[in-house]
Nanobody
Framework: QVQLVESGGGLVQAGGSLRLSCAAS????????MGWFRQAPGKEREFVAT????????NYADSVKGRFTISRDNAKNTVYLQMNSLKPEDTAVYYC????????????????WGQGTQVTVSS
């Protein structure tokens, strides 16, 4: 069983930055690939970024590539999402998710989810 708790959301002006954190309560964090997804009002939850268990492989949605960076600290059981050059269209609830071993862009491949953290970008 993996419990995930996101933090770091908030209100920021367009062009600003935020760093989201996701802390995992699990005996062994290393075998889990981690992903970030987001859901805007009235829209489906969409893929943002994913990182392999080692941190050696990352993948991003085209909409955030070059602006967002996913990373992890396995010693702290934590995954991060650094968000720069934020746009109003980035406004959403951001969720982290975990799956065993291999990273994936598909939300239905993830077994564990956090409760989400709200990110609001004003224009």
């Amino acid at each position: 069983q993996v419990q995930l708790v996101e933090s770091g959301g908030g209100l920021v002006q367009a062009g600003g930055s935020l760093r989201l954190s996701c802390a995992a309560s699990v005996r062994t964090f290393i075998p889990y690939a981690m992903g970030w997804f987001r859901q805007a009002p009235g829209k489906e939850r969409e893929f943002v970024a994913t990182i392999s268990w080692s941190g050696g492989s990352t993948n991003y949605a085209d909409s955030v590539k070059g602006r967002f960076t996913i990373s992890r600290d396995n010693a702290k059981n934590t995954v991060y999402l650094q968000m720069n050059s934020l746009k109003p269209e980035d406004t959403a609830v951001y969720y982290c998710a975990a799956r065993w071993y291999g990273s994936d862009r598909r939300r239905d491949q993830y077994d564990y989810w956090g409760q989400g953290t709200q990110v609001t970008v004003s224009s």
